[in-house]
């Protein structure tokens, strides 16, 4: 670490000096509240820090840092942070994306960016609408879900983002929402200590195109019955008094339970650490629409080596092999004859 | 004109570019040799034959030999088509010369056809009187009738006009790795290295390093097999009497030097790492696997410890992407491909453009459209280089013209993404490619400098004294805008593809600003005219007639033009490397000459261009057959300009 690196800094020191423009009321918002918040408490510094985005509301977020940043191509942002991965394995690179830009267009970038494991820190804006368009249904809307382009409701059946990330090899997968600060700030503060690829997807309200897309999960009256908190190595219990649970059946799925009803033993306990991804694919599968109970938290959180760190190993090993690249050596390499 | 018994040798008629016709009155003693000045060796086979490792060989030894050769890989898209159809001919052409040459040959004095359908693809090829060597154990019915021959063409005089001979070489290969316990369908393998063999003692080549080569690359019985192939074959030459006597092409007189064989995928990869050191960047190249451009991604592959990152990445848009990651770095960008992955990273290259970083992006020009001929070489691509982004979106062009300028074009083209900030498109071809040449080294110490700096303080002064950075306060003289990376203390700053503000690169929308940017974008590569070398005129200044050509047709222009001039006729000979923008003194140039003759691998897209910004009545002279141009027929397009 550099001295740099250790200077202290305070929230102000993360905000540029540029207008946020998203529309009053928006869920984007919160996130970006947050992220400068946790900046300072991360103990790192806004020079050795990117954020690179691709297109759409939440894409602006770069501009908003006082960092290094980019604001690039419509879905190309897990593949443009990557070159500034591999190429600066030294840097914190911040992906900044939504349900469009990461799941419809850009969804090839996002599924090899997972499976590299490249040093990026993914933060999904899922509000579940096209907004910076101005109302298209996205790859995560609901079937039926009228919009301008569905006028008679959509037919297409949406992705589940964390199944779709955990099913790519993804080493980090966690999901927060927009309303709750210290919960962003506590998921976004694991996402940032793991090394490798993380991805968080944010429940983000869009109040203008898609209002109250998870009031029924998130809404302050309903949460408590509907949001379960995972913690890691803690049985899964949620509700008033954790009197509901998560079991696994014989069959091999979770099923929501009464806790009452069953021995304390059979609740299922977390273990976002554990290497086989099934437990956690399950986890992103118990909830089936928008009106079930919806875990938050870390889903998975396990050690593989990051790409960068693995590319720039071979460069180190092949200098150590073959000695500092010699030019008028390699010019050679084939065999040369002289005349004259 | 050109008459006479059929030969093997080469003295090129300068008039019909044929071979010139010497019979050998007496035959000569066994073990003499006569010297040619050049000959001109086709093999072709299946594409499980082996043909292209047999030309690999032949030109290895004969680079060593020290020859000026030329070669011209020729082979089908499929990996392995059906066995013994037209359609899997794998052919590989290389003309070798006793003094400085420029092209493969435009046609074969020798051909070596393994089977009845290498023979029916490349006989025309010949020229009249040629010698055709044939596996004569590949003429069975079932061969023929692959090969849709009606009658066996051995037999039914068709071949009268050239000179063949027919070897068992199937038979012969069999016959001695028998001994060695090699199975007779293995032996199979190794006849490739027979007809080696063969022509490395009909052309008086060395068989020591084509020897010391099989030893090192095989092992076990199919190293013995081969190595009694090619002596066998070698052998079969000097004792039978089917031939008089070896030739020999003796080195050339090429300008004093160290030299090596590269090809021009090679020589851009080099180029590319050669790039890195003179600038002192760490390099990363982004690609996607694509013929003919993959061969760069495998040898750059090889060169980590020149501080050079590869990644294969999940698709054409992201290997841009990462080359652009990489740059925002502070990284030396590159990305290869061949023109449909030109069109997919157009909208990265475009971000490009407005985020003004260095980049460089290389097209192997194939034919097309689309998949079109994967494997054959055109040039098609300039438009797309020029005009293929949305929007104003000007961008430099550099083009290679022979498979050792890659070296030097990349490094230009490096030199210019890093000074003026902006992505660059350096076009090569399938041609220049997979051809190899002798190149005389470059002492590394001569290349250029192209080093930059990156912006290291803030550069403006805030209303409140403040010290800010503005990304896009540009340098007076190149328009360049300063380069900051991350990591650098206090210029921390956010681009995009945004429209911005000049200087502070804030968003803005505004209508005058917007102008204000296409047209501050569009100057800045205007200038860069001013740093590139002027046009020259190569024969006659005085000339009427002028060629005017850019990329691989320069080896069979370059030789047209020779041929023209040496009859006595006044041609003059313009050859870009640089399209984008083109040297400064060009259109006063090209208005000089009454007339203006454009050879081009596409359907005249330079031609159109000059056209339309030098208002010249230049005439478009196009080839859009997968194959280069020969040079007869830029004799023949020449020689029209004067009647």
């Not at chain 1, 102000?12 to 900046?39: F, I, N, T």
């Not at chain 2, 090129?12 to 000045?37: D, F, H, L, Y």
């Not at chain 2, 010391?212 to 079969?236: H, M, P, Q, T």
Request: aromatic share 8%; proline share 6%.
């Amino acid at each position: 670490m550099s001295e740099t690196a250790v200077r202290v800094t305070t929230k102000k020191d993360w905000m540029s000096d540029q207008e946020v423009r998203w529309c009053p009321g928006c869920g984007d918002y919160g996130v970006l509240q947050a992220v400068q918040q946790l900046m300072p408490e991360l103990g790192v510094v806004p020079e050795r820090t990117v954020f690179v985005s691709g297109i759409g509301c939440s894409s602006r977020f770069p501009y908003y840092m006082n960092t290094y940043g980019m604001h690039s191509i419509h879905g190309r942002a897990p593949a443009i942070a990557t070159g500034v991965a591999v190429a600066r394995p030294d840097l914190d690179v911040w992906v900044v994306t939504g349900d469009g830009d990461a799941l419809s267009i850009g969804g090839n970038h996002l599924i090899h960016a997972l499976r590299r494991n490249v040093n990026l820190k993914i933060l999904l804006f899922n509000n579940r609408i096209y907004g910076l368009t101005k109302g298209q249904y996205s790859p995560t809307s609901e079937v039926g879900k009228v919009t301008k382009s569905t006028p008679f409701g959509s037919v297409d059946h949406p992705f589940n983002p964390l199944s779709l990330v955990i099913g790519s090899e993804a080493t980090f997968v966690a999901r927060t929402h927009d309303l709750d600060r210290k919960h962003m700030m506590g998921v976004l503060r694991a996402a940032y200590e793991h090394r490798g690829a993380s991805f968080v997807e944010i429940f983000q309200n869009c109040n203008v195109f898609n209002d109250g897309a998870f009031e029924d999960i998130i809404g302050k009256q309903v949460r408590g019955e509907m949001m379960i908190d995972l913690k890691h190595g803690e049985p899964i219990r949620f509700g008033a008094d954790g009197h509901k649970g998560v079991v696994m059946g014989g069959d091999g799925q979770l099923r929501i339970v009464e806790v009452a009803d069953v021995s304390p033993d059979d609740l299922l306990v977390h273990d976002a650490h554990r290497a086989d991804p099934a437990l956690a694919f399950a986890l992103a599968r118990i909830t089936h629409d928008e009106h079930q109970a919806t875990p938050f938290g870390v889903f998975r959180d396990v050690k593989r080596d990051d790409y960068g760190h693995l590319v720039a190993a071979q460069l180190v090993q092949a200098s150590e092999r073959k000695g500092p690249g010699d030019l008028a050596a390699l010019l050679r390499s084939n065999g040369t004859w002289t005349i004259g | 004109m050109c008459n006479g018994a059929p030969l093997l040798t080469a003295r090129r008629c300068r008039r019909c570019n044929e071979g010139e016709r010497v019979t050998i009155t007496s035959p000569q003693a066994k073990g003499e040799t006569e010297a040619v000045s050049y000959v001109v060796v086709r093999f072709a086979g299946d594409s499980g034959d082996g043909m292209q490792v047999t030309g690999d060989r032949f030109t290895s030894v004969s680079a060593l030999f020290g020859n000026d050769l030329s070669t011209f890989p020729d082979y089908p898209a499929e990996i392995r088509a059906p066995a013994g159809t037209v359609n899997g001919v794998s052919s590989f052409q290389i003309h070798i010369s006793d003094h400085d040459i420029t092209t493969p040959g435009d046609a074969p004095n020798v051909l070596i056809a393994m089977n009845p359908a290498a023979l029916k693809a490349d006989v025309h090829l010949l020229i009249p009187g040629g010698l055709v060597i044939v596996n004569s154990d590949n003429f069975e019915a079932r061969d023929l009738e692959k090969a849709e021959y009606e009658a066996n063409p051995l037999t039914d005089g068709s071949l009268r006009n050239y000179r063949v001979v027919e070897i068992p070489m199937t038979t012969l290969t069999q016959r001695v790795t028998e001994p060695l316990g090699v199975k007779a369908r293995d032996a199979e393998r190794s006849k490739n290295f027979f007809a080696l063999g063969l022509i490395s003692w009909l052309y008086t080549r060395p068989t020591e390093p084509t020897i010391a080569w099989i030893e090192k690359r095989f092992k076990d019985l199919v190293k013995d097999s081969n190595l009694a192939a090619f002596r066998a074959g070698y052998n079969f030459g000097e004792t039978t009497e089917l031939f008089d006597h070896p030739y020999e092409v003796r080195p050339a007189k090429l300008p004093a030097g160290e030299y090596t064989n590269v090809s021009g995928n090679t020589a851009l990869a080099w180029g590319i790492v050669a790039a890195g050191q003179l600038s002192k960047l760490p390099v990363l190249l982004g690609s996607y696997p694509i013929t003919p451009a993959s061969d760069v991604l495998h040898e750059l592959s090889k060169h980590k410890h020149f501080g050079v990152r590869t990644v294969q990445a999940e698709d054409e848009i992201a290997a841009a992407g990462m080359a652009l990651g990489a740059a925002f770095a502070g990284h030396l960008g590159y990305t290869t491909t061949s023109g449909p992955g030109v069109a997919l990273k157009s909208e990265t290259m475009s971000l490009a453009v407005s985020l003004e970083l260095p980049l460089v992006l290389v097209d192997i020009q194939r034919g097309g459209p689309s998949t079109g001929l994967p494997t054959k070489t055109e040039a098609a691509d300039l438009n797309l280089a020029m005009y293929g982004r949305h929007s104003e979106a000007p961008l430099p062009i550099v083009a290679a013209y022979r498979p050792s300028h890659c070296f030097d074009a990349v490094i230009e083209a490096s030199r210019i993404a890093l000074k003026y900030r902006t992505p660059v498109i350096l076009l090569s071809d399938g041609y220049l490619a997979n051809g190899s040449e002798p190149w005389n080294l470059p002492d590394v110490a001569t290349l250029p400098d192209i080093s930059t700096s990156f912006a290291t303080e803030p550069n403006h002064t805030a209303p409140d004294g403040t010290p800010e950075f503005w990304p896009y306060l540009r340098d007076p003289e190149t328009l360049a805008r300063p380069w900051a990376i991350p990591g650098t203390p206090l210029l921390m700053h956010r681009i995009g593809g945004i429209e911005k503000e000049d200087g502070t690169g804030n968003i803005d929308y505004t209508p005058a600003n917007h102008e204000k940017m296409v047209r501050l974008r569009q100057a800045k590569i205007d200038g860069i005219a001013r740093d590139i070398p002027l046009a020259e005129v190569v024969g006659d200044a005085d000339a009427h007639v002028c060629v005017l050509g850019w990329g691989s047709t320069w080896g069979a222009i370059s030789s047209a033009v020779e041929l023209v001039r040496e009859s006595g006729k006044k041609v003059a000979w313009i050859h870009l490397t640089h399209l984008n923008p083109f040297p400064a003194n060009l259109g006063d140039l090209l208005r000089g000459f009454s007339r203006v003759i454009v050879p081009e691998l596409n359907g005249g897209q330079l031609c159109r261009i000059v056209r339309a910004n030098y208002l010249i009545d230049a005439r478009s002279v196009s080839k859009i057959q997968g194959r280069p141009f020969m040079s007869a027929e830029l004799v023949n397009e020449i020689e029209k300009e004067f009647s």
